[in-house]
Structure formats: structure tokens, C-alpha cells
């Protein structure tokens, strides 16, 4: 293997690994951790908080900058094959990165340090309850954008166009579309910043919006 393909090669695992480390933990977040979380009692809830999320924050937040930086990488070796669709999964991926880093992590501080404070026979800080919602909201938010991103990465390669434009084109799209695209996704983040949970607030209301959004982004992409 020559070492032009064994480096892309060797990136794009690296890719791979991390991506499916933290988006594995992020679903493992929303799908299991929350849910539990809704009906333990409150010893329970305060050990898992204690013993169990920091381990798992730590995987969470390095697993995000490994994909982060390995994708902007993957990116560079392989720039003649980004096209509109990867571009979007990009954008989509590096607005739940920063969310993983500068709303949820931070957030998730308070939370661990007001529950450590309440072990050791104190009070919960005055700002435990917001800074929980906060990170709620962004994870819930993360959750939401993975489905459009993971099918935009995948599809990109492997599915045949379904209007004008080939998912694997390397030609652009509308201005129109893409002004659209982008809009939509900004405001989902501008939401996840200072906004509402809304239909997130469950497995089904997120899983169902992640795939809507999946849905119009493809058919703006391919249509307008």
C-alpha cells in the first residue's frame, strides 16, 4: 500500500474509532443514563453521578476532540471528495463538538460538584438544577443533529442520487439550498444555546426530529 492511501487509510479509522466512541457514549446519555436517571431514587442517582459520569464524560469529551480533529484531517487528505453533503455533516459535527466542549462539559461540572458537595453533607449549589438543563438541552441537541449528519457521511459514498444531484457529485448545490440548509441548522443550534427542550424531551420526540431533519435537508439538497 503506498503511503499516499496508507495515511488517509490509517485517518480515517482513527475517524471511525473515535466517532463511534462518542457518539456511542452520546446515545448511551440519551437513551439509557437519562431515562434511568428519571426513575432511580435519589442515592442511586447521586452514586451513578459520582462513580459512573465523570469515566464517561472523560471517553465522551476526548472521543468528540479525536473525531473533530482526525475529520478536519480526513478533510484536508481527501478535499477533492468533500461536496455538499460531507460539508453539511461537517458543520453539523463540529457544532456538537463545540456544544460536547463549551456547554455540555462545562455544565456537567456544576452538576458533578454540587452532587460531590450534597455526598460530603452539604447543599446543592443554587446553580446545579440550570446548569443540568443546559447540558440536557445540548446533549439532546447533539442527539438530534447525529442522525442527518451520520447519513449525510455515509450516503455521500454509497447512495445513489435521488433527484438532480448525486449524493457522491462533486458539484455544488443551489445557492438557495444551501443558504436553507445552513439556516435551519444554525437555529436547531442558536435552540440548543439558549432555547427550549421541546419534543427532545423524550427518546421518540428527539429520534423523531433527527430524522426529520434528515429528511428535509436531503430534499432541500436534492430539489431546490
Same mark, same amino acid.
Given at each position: 500500500?503506498?503511503?499516499?492511501?496508507?495515511?488517509?487509510?490509517?485517518?480515517? @479509522?482513527?475517524?471511525?474509532? *473515535?466517532?463511534?466512541?462518542?457518539?456511542? %457514549?452520546?446515545?448511551?446519555? &440519551?437513551?439509557?443514563?437519562? +431515562?434511568?436517571?428519571?426513575?432511580?431514587?435519589?442515592? #442511586?442517582?447521586?452514586?451513578? %453521578?459520582?462513580?459512573?459520569?465523570?469515566?464517561?464524560?472523560? @471517553?465522551?469529551?476526548?472521543?468528540? !476532540? =479525536?473525531?473533530? %480533529?482526525?475529520? /478536519?484531517?480526513?478533510?484536508?487528505?481527501?478535499?477533492?471528495?468533500?461536496?455538499?453533503?460531507?460539508? !453539511?455533516?461537517?458543520?453539523?459535527?463540529?457544532?456538537?463538538?463545540? &456544544? =460536547? @466542549?463549551?456547554? /455540555?462539559?462545562?455544565?456537567?461540572?456544576?452538576?458533578?460538584?454540587?452532587?460531590?458537595? =450534597?455526598?460530603?453533607?452539604?447543599?446543592?449549589?443554587? +446553580?446545579?438544577?440550570?446548569?443540568?438543563?443546559? #447540558?440536557?438541552?445540548?446533549?439532546?441537541?447533539?442527539? !438530534?443533529?447525529?442522525?442527518?449528519?451520520?447519513?449525510?457521511?455515509?450516503?455521500?459514498?454509497?447512495?445513489?442520487?435521488?433527484?438532480?444531484?448525486?449524493?457522491?457529485?462533486?458539484?455544488?448545490?443551489?445557492?438557495?439550498?444551501?443558504?436553507?440548509?445552513?439556516?435551519?441548522?444554525?437555529? /436547531?443550534?442558536? &435552540?440548543? /444555546?439558549?432555547?427550549?427542550?421541546?419534543?427532545?424531551?423524550?427518546?421518540?420526540?428527539?429520534?423523531?426530529?433527527?430524522?426529520?431533519? *434528515?429528511?428535509?435537508?436531503?430534499?432541500?439538497?436534492?430539489? !431546490?
Amino acid at each position: 500500500m503506498e503511503l499516499d492511501n496508507l495515511v488517509p487509510f490509517l485517518v480515517r @479509522w482513527i475517524h471511525l474509532f *473515535a466517532g463511534v466512541v462518542w457518539i456511542g %457514549i452520546l446515545y448511551y446519555f &440519551n437513551f439509557v443514563q437519562t +431515562e434511568y436517571f428519571k426513575v432511580a431514587d435519589p442515592a #442511586a442517582k447521586s452514586s451513578a %453521578i459520582a462513580k459512573l459520569l465523570p469515566n464517561a464524560l472523560k @471517553w465522551f469529551r476526548y472521543g468528540a !476532540l =479525536v473525531t473533530f %480533529i482526525s475529520g /478536519i484531517a480526513l478533510a484536508g487528505y481527501l478535499a477533492a471528495a468533500v461536496n455538499f453533503y460531507i460539508m !453539511l455533516g461537517m458543520l453539523m459535527g463540529t457544532l456538537m463538538f463545540l &456544544n =460536547v @466542549w463549551l456547554i /455540555i462539559w462545562p455544565n456537567q461540572k456544576v452538576v458533578m460538584a454540587s452532587n460531590e458537595q =450534597v455526598m460530603g453533607g452539604g447543599e446543592a449549589l443554587p +446553580e446545579a438544577a440550570g446548569a443540568a438543563a443546559k #447540558a440536557g438541552l445540548a446533549s439532546r441537541t447533539n442527539t !438530534l443533529f447525529s442522525l442527518p449528519m451520520l447519513l449525510f457521511m455515509v450516503a455521500s459514498g454509497h447512495l445513489s442520487g435521488l433527484g438532480s444531484l448525486p449524493l457522491g457529485a462533486e458539484v455544488g448545490v443551489s445557492g438557495t439550498a444551501a443558504a436553507i440548509a445552513v439556516i435551519l441548522i444554525l437555529a /436547531i443550534e442558536a &435552540n440548543a /444555546i439558549k432555547g427550549k427542550m421541546g419534543p427532545m424531551a423524550s427518546v421518540v420526540g428527539v429520534v423523531h426530529l433527527g430524522v426529520a431533519l *434528515a429528511a428535509v435537508l436531503l430534499v432541500v439538497a436534492q430539489y !431546490l
